[in-house]
């Protein structure tokens, strides 16, 4: 007989959660849950990881979340973006249903509200028929010092 090696998964309730996690958005839904509880007042980072995506897949390119350049989003109909202040595609997020921030493919943001952390193209619902694409991001906690 062969011996068996048994991995023992101790799982601690006291732990920390994690720092980071991976989210995909999807282009053609509105905004989307993810297990992430943002709290008031604590820095986030956020980092574009892959995947493209476009607000209208037979006009327009492929985008990160970064959204369009000037140039490019100035040709889009406007009238269809959720934040008029940023370009079609942008990466917005936002704590529950409280105020959305605009997240974009990198940097860091400060939580404004407790809640689950939602994500979102910056187009609106009634338009994401002609939308195509996901991109995916990490969002981490960032350190406070001690």
């Known amino acids: 007989p062969c011996p068996v090696n048994l991995a023992l998964i101790v799982h601690d309730s006291s732990a920390p959660p994690p720092l980071c996690y991976d989210f995909t958005v999807d282009s053609q839904s509105g905004w989307q849950n993810t297990p992430l509880l943002l709290t ?6 956020v980092a574009h990881t892959g995947g493209l995506w476009t607000v209208d897949w037979t006009r327009f390119s492929y985008v990160g979340p970064e959204g369009y350049p000037p140039a ?3 040709q889009i109909t406007q009238g269809c973006k959720y934040d008029s202040s940023v370009a079609y595609a942008t990466l917005l997020g936002r704590a529950g249903a409280g105020a959305h921030q605009v997240l974009g493919s990198g940097g860091t943001f400060t939580a404004t509200a407790n809640g ?7 187009d609106q619902e009634r338009c994401m028929a002609d939308n195509r694409g996901q991109v995916s991001v990490r969002v981490c906690r960032v350190a406070t010092q001690q």
């Open 40 to 45: 008031a007042g604590q820095q986030y980072s």
């Open 72 to 74: 490019e989003d100035g």
């Open 116 to 122: 689950s952390l939602r994500l979102q193209i910056n």
